[in-house]
């Protein structure tokens, strides 16, 4: 219980910190403030690798489908005819529908006639012509897998792991545009320090002239107060132009609903600190730290190896049974005349056998060989994507707490170096201190507010890695995880 306290004291210590200088520059007459969770649903929603990665589905549909074709009942038709010399020699029609099976029987039915002078005999038909119906089983090779059947469970595996290589874009996706709105945040915040140091040092500087001319003060205070003055400016000036860039960046993943880049906004501000939610951050870790094994196995990158295990291991079976010889049994029932019960004899038949297998069967081992060692590589590489995994996660949530630590110690100095410059103002005023001194004890406190507020960004685009290792971005309903 204590350390759930301390930890809630950290981290309001760590928001007060990065956004307390928020609402000394910030109008909030005319600011637009765009929450995190907000600015990722928007990028969710319109951004156009988003919309890519919902591509992934129909590609895996299509994928099926076309895999599925592979078993389409086929309709033919051939019709040969030979005219010479005013002789029929031979006319030749033939057609029918034949169905290659998923458990390996090609099934075929059709009807042939033929007539003319020169017939080949195995083509001779009665008058009414001969339909016939037959199937052809493979005995050895073929006969569990074949190339038709080894596509259509590619195209299966295919179709399952399209939802992990969405995913998987998705949270590529949102952790970078998090870092783009957490630099955002950074520059925003540091901005805001700079600016109000330099108002403080320039109303510092307008008193001290006032006092000089008064002849309460030397000639040279106001060059000090002035040098601080300048020195303050190039350093909003800068923080200026980070935060123009940071913006410029966040805008990069604002797209508009008709796949148009919305215009930028230099209007727009990040989150307040009523819009954040200090508890859940704690929360999160909490259930992130006792949850790291499940979500390593149910990561996006670690099931994208379990699925080429699969499919790998579809292809061993599939160059297993190349080993096998081809043994195929052909059968087809004749019916002899269709006017006549007699036509119906199961004597009329025609079959055939034919059997190969190369004899050193070098092709068939090598293909199987290379199989194998795709799916040693894959195995391999899924071992050591869990454990690299874990690794990350664990190494984000210490650094985690490292910058609760940070923030903490941070908090403490600025307080001090606020009560140095108090203290050293008052000694000026009294005279029994220099500009040079107040100049740096408040160089000082901006140094400290600005490596607080840097701590602050560097803590939540820890926190959106923490997301992205664990891939918790996302919700089950497909909305933003909200930290």
């Not at 664990?470 to 309903?477: E, I, K, M």
Request: net charge positive; charged share 20%; glycine share 6%.
């Amino acid at each position: 219980m204590q350390k759930t306290v301390q930890a809630n004291k950290r981290m309001r210590a760590l928001l007060w910190i990065a956004v307390c200088p928020f609402f000394l520059w910030a109008s909030p007459a005319v600011a637009q403030v765009l929450a995190p969770e907000d600015f990722l649903s928007e990028v969710l929603q319109h951004h156009p690798v988003a919309r890519e990665a919902r591509l992934w589905e129909n590609r895996a549909l299509n994928t099926m489908l076309q895999a599925r074709g592979q078993f389409d009942p086929k309709l033919g038709a051939q019709f040969d005819q030979k005219w010479f010399g005013g002789k029929n020699y031979f006319a030749v029609a033939d057609g029918g529908i034949k169905w290659a099976s998923p458990l390996a029987v090609e099934v075929k039915a059709g009807f042939m006639q033929s007539e003319g002078l020169y017939l080949n005999p195995e083509e001779v038909t009665p008058s009414t012509g001969l339909p016939y119906a037959g199937i052809r089983l493979p005995l050895g090779q073929d006969l569990l897998i074949d190339q038709r059947r080894q596509a259509l469970q590619q195209a299966r595996i295919f179709r399952q792991s399209a939802e992990v290589e969405r995913l998987s874009m998705l949270n590529q996706l949102l952790y970078d545009a998090a870092q783009a709105y957490w630099r955002w945040f950074e520059a925003t915040n540091q901005l805001s320090i700079f600016a109000s140091a330099s108002e403080n040092a320039m109303e510092r500087f307008q008193g001290i002239k006032a006092s000089y001319r008064g002849g309460d003060h030397a000639p040279i205070d106001t060059v000090e107060a002035l040098i601080q003055v300048q020195i303050l400016q190039n350093q909003q000036r800068k923080a200026q132009v980070d935060r123009d860039n940071a913006l410029l960046e966040v805008f990069l993943y604002r797209w508009q609903e008709n796949g148009e880049p919305l215009p930028l906004n230099q209007q727009a501000l990040p989150v307040s600190q009523q819009d954040l939610n200090r508890s859940s951050l704690a929360a999160l870790q909490t259930r992130i730290r006792q949850e790291v094994q499940q979500l390593v196995n149910q990561h996006p990158d670690v099931k994208r190896y379990e699925y080429k295990i699969a499919a790998g291991k579809v292809d061993r079976r599939y160059y297993q049974n190349k080993l096998l010889p081809k043994l195929n049994l052909q059968y087809n029932w004749l019916q002899y005349n269709a006017n006549t019960a007699a036509g119906f004899n199961l004597n009329n038949y025609k079959w055939g056998l034919d059997f190969s297998i190369p004899i050193f069967l070098r092709a068939e081992r090598g293909a199987l060989g290379l199989a194998n060692v795709k799916l040693a590589e894959a195995q391999l590489d899924l071992s050591f994507k869990r454990k690299a995994q874990e690794t990350k996660l664990q190494q984000t949530l210490n650094e985690l707490s490292a910058l609760l630590d940070q923030v903490t110690l941070f908090t403490a100095a600025i307080r001090n170096y606020q009560t140095m410059l108090r203290a050293e103002e008052e000694r000026f005023a009294n005279g029994e201190s220099s500009m040079f001194l107040v100049n740096s004890r408040q160089q000082k406190l901006v140094e400290a507010q600005t490596k607080a507020v840097e701590l602050s960004g560097k803590y939540f685009k820890t926190l959106a890695g923490l997301q992205f290792a664990s891939a918790t971005f996302l919700r089950s309903d497909g909305g933003i995880e909200k930290p």
